[in-house]
């Protein structure tokens, strides 16, 4: 209630808000309490897509309110929003329903299809076997050319962002190929956490001003949460070559050690930061 009759500000950060409201009633039982919210969270949802929403049928983000400033890619259409709007049209129509609402649970049904059907076809690039960014300035410019190949090196990157969309069960199982991209050293392993960009990128870690909350290839526990739950969705639907359990175990481990810090006098403290450097923890 914080966030929706209280003092929060929803909007403050891209989220899956009202998606986490149809999970936790989903697990709670407590699906009339969820029902009530049902005019709060269209009022919400309209809202986003009011701001946000492009004529291309997605929504256009700003990488600083995605959580994730100072990224490679920048703003644009991203599979952060995006995944994210998805889940909570999937929620809406679910909470639709427990309200028996049939029209609203249908158009929100509606909206969530289109949503994943435009992620999967605008954001995925078939030749790096990835969800990425689409640079675009604001939600009303102009993109003149969806084709990565057509992109500028220095925005064309892959980055965690792009394993989002499997949190909510969004991509095909061909696009599952993403996924040999995580445990590989090139790219996205780390020791203390997988990279937010990949390491083979000239704009890796290249200094972007006095700022400390940097995504261009600092390890994030925010990141490598969002990387474990698709892995858990991925994994529990047992179908998938690409990665397996062993990995996902890897992945959880180096996210345990980011939550520790040795001080000067050798010392291993309870701690957890922002963002630490993949490989050395600092």
């Known amino acids: 209630m914080f966030w929706l009759k209280g003092t929060g500000d929803p909007r403050s950060y891209s989220r899956s808000l009202i998606y986490s409201v149809f ?22 949802y309209r809202k986003i897509e009011d701001d946000n929403l492009t004529e291309y049928g997605l929504s256009w ?7 994730m400033e100072k990224s490679i890619s920048g703003s ?5 929003l995006n995944s994210y709007m998805y889940a909570n049209a999937y929620g809406l129509s679910k909470l639709a329903h ?12 509606k909206k969530a299809d289109l949503i994943k059907n435009k992620l999967k076809k605008l954001l995925w690039d078939a030749t790096d076997d990835f969800f990425k960014v689409i640079p675009q ?8 050319d969806f084709s990565f190949a057509a992109m500028p090196t220095s925005q064309n990157v892959r980055e965690a962002i792009g394993y989002i969309p499997w949190m909510f069960g969004i991509p095909d199982a061909k696009q599952d190929s993403a996924w040999q991209y995580l445990m590989d050293k090139r790219y996205f392993k780390g020791q203390f956490g997988p990279t937010t960009a990949e390491k083979n990128h000239p704009e890796y870690f290249k200094s972007r001003g006095d700022h400390e909350c940097l995504w261009n290839g600092p390890a994030w526990p925010f990141a490598t949460t969002q990387i474990l739950n698709g892995m858990i969705r991925l994994l529990k639907d047992g179908k998938t070559k690409v990665i397996n359990k062993s990995a996902f175990m890897e992945v959880i481990a180096t996210y345990a050690k980011s ?8 010392k291993k403290v309870n701690w957890i930061d922002e963002n630490i450097h993949p490989d050395t923890g600092e």
Not at 61 to 67: N, P
Not at 76 to 80: A, D, N, Y
């Open 137 to 144: 300035a604001d939600k009303d410019s102009k993109i003149q």
């Open 76 to 80: 644009g259409l991203r599979p952060t």
């Open 23 to 44: 999970g936790y009633a989903k697990i709670t039982g407590n699906q009339e309490w969820a029902a009530k919210l049902l005019p709060d969270m269209i009022k919400l």
């Open 61 to 67: 983000s700003y990488d600083g309110r995605d959580a």
């Open 98 to 109: 427990w309200a028996n609402d049939l029209k609203t649970e249908h158009e929100y049904c």
């Open 259 to 266: 939550h520790y810090r040795t001080g000067s006098n050798g």
